[in-house]
């Protein structure tokens, strides 16, 4: 498809476990994002790629968030010894990244659920 | 720290009738977006505006850009079913590539 894609879906998960989170950009986007969104609540930022690399990680909220992109496409983002707190839905989004305006495209996103 | 600020947080109407929700900030954006989202759906990008004052319409909603750069309305005329959703703005400042989402305006159209 043309879209941004996310797997899994859905993610349920024990306390303590790892998790991985699947991203697939739009082909020739060479931004990518992740954020997480509570209930209720809007969208965090957690990391921004430029290509392979990752010049702003400001918003990964501890040591356990990870984040990898490769052949600047896929991305995975990765949280060890996950925790209640780690409950969210994670959202991916790509953009061109030479944009003045940044429109950011956004996929469906994976609901995790820490029990 | 750039915040932004959604007004109101929920919003029930009937078909038929406008609404506005509001964007607010005491920061400056170089352009700022409206997304819709839907439940198990990500964000969907509706429309960017970029200058002081600027008014854009797409069908029946409206979004302006206050003249300062720091707050944006979205109207809608004659609420449809369809029309029903999450509504988050997002603003871009100095680092274009980073956008800061407000908390979302919960829109419910009651037939």
């Known amino acids: 498809g043309a879209g941004v894609s996310q797997s899994p879906s859905n993610k349920v998960t024990e306390k303590g476990k790892d998790v991985e989170l699947r991203c697939d950009p739009i082909s020739g986007h060479t931004a990518l994002y992740w954020y997480r969104q509570r209930l209720g609540q809007g969208l965090e930022f957690l990391i921004y790629f430029q290509g392979n690399s990752a010049p702003d990680k400001s918003g990964l909220p501890s040591d356990r968030f990870s984040a990898e992109r490769t052949g600047e496409s896929v991305s995975t983002l990765t949280i060890q010894r996950t925790q209640q707190e780690d409950s969210a839905v994670y959202l991916c989004?790509?953009?061109?990244?030479?944009?003045?305006?940044?429109?950011?495209?956004f996929g469906p996103g994976t609901r995790l659920t820490v029990l | 720290t750039q915040l932004l600020e959604q007004s109101p947080q929920f919003l029930s109407i009937q078909e038929g009738e406008n609404l506005t929700v509001y964007c607010n900030s005491s920061?400056?954006?170089?352009?700022l977006q409206w997304y819709r989202q839907e439940p198990g759906e990500g964000p969907v990008l509706l429309v960017t505006?970029?200058?002081?004052?600027e008014v854009k319409k797409l069908k029946r909603l409206t979004f302006q850009f206050g003249d300062a750069r720091k707050d944006s309305s979205l109207h809608i005329t004659a609420a449809q079913t369809g029309d029903t959703g999450l509504y988050l703005c997002?603003?871009?400042?100095?680092?274009?590539?980073?956008?800061?989402f407000g908390k979302g305006t919960l829109l419910t159209v009651n037939p």
């Open positions: 989004a790509s953009s061109l990244g030479n944009g003045i305006y940044n429109e950011q495209f």
């Open positions: 920061s400056v954006f170089s352009s």
């Open positions: 997002a603003g871009a400042g100095g680092s274009n590539y980073k956008l800061t």
């Open positions: 505006v970029v200058t002081g004052g």
